[in-house]
C-alpha cells in the first residue's frame, strides 16, 4: 500500500513514514492491548473511527461524524453502528479490569466506563505516544503523516 502523505500528526517529527498497512496493524494491535474485545462487531468500527481519527485534526473530531462516516462505508445503519462500538467499549471495560493499561499510562488510580468520545481520544494518545518513543528509539526513519481529506 502507499504511504500516507502530508504533514505529520502533531509534527511530532518530519522524518518519520508509516504505511496505511503498518498503521492498521498497529491500531490493531494496540485496541486488543488496551483490551478491547476484537470478537465484538464494534470492534471493527471503532478501529476505523480510529484510523480516521488519527488521521484527523483533533479539533475536527466529532463522534457523531464518525459514527456517519464509518456507517456509510460499511453499509450499515449509524445508530447501530453507535450501538455496537458502545456495547464494545462497555464490554471490553468490564472485561479488561477497566481498561487496566490506560490507567496505569495516564497515571489514573482507575478511570469510570469512559464514553466513546473519551475512549477514542485515550487510545489515540496512547497510540501517538508509543509510536513518538518508538521513532525516537528507533535510527530508521520513519513517518507518521495524515491523509489529504
Known amino acids: 500500500m502507499e504511504n500516507l502523505q502530508t504533514e505529520n500528526i502533531l509534527n511530532l517529527r518530519d522524518d518519520i513514514v508509516i504505511s496505511e498497512a503498518e ?14 474485545m ?70 489514573f488510580s482507575s478511570i469510570e466506563l469512559p464514553s466513546v468520545g473519551q475512549t477514542l481520544t485515550l487510545l489515540n494518545e496512547y497510540i501517538l505516544f508509543n509510536l513518538f518513543e518508538q521513532s525516537i528509539d528507533n535510527s530508521d526513519k520513519r513517518i507518521f503523516t495524515r491523509a489529504n481529506r
Request: aromatic residues 14%; glycine residues 8%.
Open 23 to 36: 498503521l492498521r496493524h498497529i491500531v490493531t494491535s494496540e485496541m486488543i492491548r488496551v483490551g478491547l
Open 38 to 107: 476484537p470478537s465484538l462487531t464494534g470492534f471493527r468500527y471503532f478501529k476505523e473511527m480510529v484510523l480516521i481519527s488519527l488521521q484527523q485534526k483533533y479539533g475536527d473530531l466529532k463522534t457523531m461524524a464518525l459514527y456517519a462516516a464509518v456507517a456509510e462505508s460499511f453499509g450499515v445503519r449509524s445508530d447501530a453502528l453507535e450501538r455496537s462500538v458502545r456495547t464494545l467499549v462497555t464490554s471490553s471495560f468490564y472485561t479488561s479490569n477497566g481498561f487496566a493499561i490506560l490507567s496505569k499510562f495516564f497515571g
